[in-house]
């Protein structure tokens, strides 16, 4: 059987740098995969005029799985998000993003385990209907939510429940206000959690769920909910852990998927060995998991593990004084 094949995008700023580490890390724990390094944002605008070359989407489309650096989208007019525009070319329906307590982090929290799923191509998040009048006074945008968008992103928050054994998924919704869009996406949501008898269904309006996770995290399992609201909470729930340097993402679609640090491209601190690789060493652990391969991703997840509770070699971020490499280095001895 011929190796796996995986598209590499390094990303900008600290992108290369990290993405070289989970690299390492896989070769190192005997994944016999093949990269091909595709460039995209700044770094393929500098060089090819262009955010997202044709040869890159060619090379996520060929491949099916994408390991991804964090991505600068230029500010002002002119320029979409190369995230949004990812999504929605490869119809990444699902955003997945857990996060897990590691003791050894300034994390306010010590026994979070929570996946929050977005929905990835809908809602406001879509850019649907964006209006802003010549005088400036005046500016609107358009949520849209289908039956089918809602459903299937409610059913992969169940499956997923299933498949790792957890016990609870939440709904969060606005309902209460958002009567047409969010009322929709509780109804189907109360409808797919019907099929699911052996998982335990709640609903939560995000207000108070916002609230609940500061107050009372241990209460949540799976989240799932649509794309505003997922991003904002999924960014809080990070929060929980010790920020976003310890929350890696999936875009999951039909056939296609791409892991990704979901943290910026930190432009400050890029070239100089400061970066903490975590996020993106989690996102080629669900990397591994999607494709079936979990006895290794558990062991880049034990290694990692140790390396931060022990503080041996961290980051500053987690309180020590190493770099990049040093940190790698410590998981490389590991494994």
Same mark, same amino acid.
């Given at each position: ?7 590499v995008?390094?990303g /900008?700023?600290i ?5 070289e ?7 190192k ?27 890159t989407?060619?090379?996520?489309a060929?491949n099916?799985?994408? *390991? ?9 007019g ?17 955003? *997945? ?11 306010? =929290? ?25 005088e ?22 169940y499956?997923?429940?299933? !498949?790792?054994?957890?016990k !609870?998924?939440?709904?969060?919704h606005?309902a ?6 969010s009322? &929709? ?31 009372n995290?241990?209460q ?6 649509t ?7 999924s ?31 930190a ?22 998991? =999607?494709?079936?391969?979990? /006895?290794k ?6 290694? *990692?593990r ?10 500053? /971020? &987690? ?11 410590? *998981?490389?001895?590991?494994?």
């Amino acid at each position: 059987m011929s190796a796996q094949r995986i598209t590499v995008i390094p990303g /900008d700023g600290i992108g290369p740098s990290i993405i070289e580490s989970a690299i390492e890390i896989l070769n190192k724990v005997g994944c016999d995969f093949e990269y091909d390094y595709v460039d995209a944002g700044i770094t393929a605008l500098e060089k090819t005029g262009d955010l997202l070359p044709e040869a890159t989407l060619d090379l996520i489309a060929k491949n099916k799985v994408t *390991l991804k650096g964090p991505l600068t989208t230029p500010v002002g007019g002119g320029f979409t998000s190369i995230n949004v525009t990812l999504r929605k070319k490869f119809n990444l329906y699902a955003n *997945l993003r857990p996060v897990t307590s590691f003791k050894g982090t300034k994390a306010r =929290y010590e026994n979070i385990d929570i996946v929050t799923i977005r929905e990835n191509t809908q809602g406001m998040y879509s850019g649907a209907g964006q209006l802003v009048n010549e005088e400036r006074t005046e500016a609107e945008a358009k949520s849209i939510i289908t039956r089918e968008g809602a459903e299937q992103i409610v059913e992969f928050a169940y499956q997923l429940a299933q !498949k790792e054994g957890r016990k !609870k998924v939440t709904a969060v919704h606005k309902a209460n206000i958002l009567k047409s869009t969010s009322g &929709l996406f509780l109804e189907i949501a109360r409808e797919v959690g019907e099929r699911y008898p052996d998982i335990e269904s709640a609903e939560m309006i995000v207000d108070n769920t916002c609230m609940q996770l500061v107050m009372n995290p241990e209460q949540f399992d799976v989240i799932v909910t649509t794309n505003l609201f997922g991003d904002i909470l999924s960014d809080l729930c990070a929060g929980l852990v010790g920020g976003l340097g310890m929350a890696p993402g999936a875009n999951i679609g039909k056939d296609c998927a791409i892991f990704e640090a979901v943290h910026g491209s930190a432009p400050d601190i890029a070239g100089k060995n400061l970066a903490n690789p975590t996020s993106v060493i989690l996102a080629s652990v669900q990397m591994l998991e =999607y494709l079936g391969m979990s /006895d290794k991703a558990q062991k880049i997840l034990a290694a *990692l593990r140790d390396v931060i509770e022990s503080g041996d070699r961290t980051t500053r /971020d &987690l309180g020590g004084t190493a770099g990049t490499t040093e940190f790698t280095q410590a *998981l490389l001895e590991r494994l």
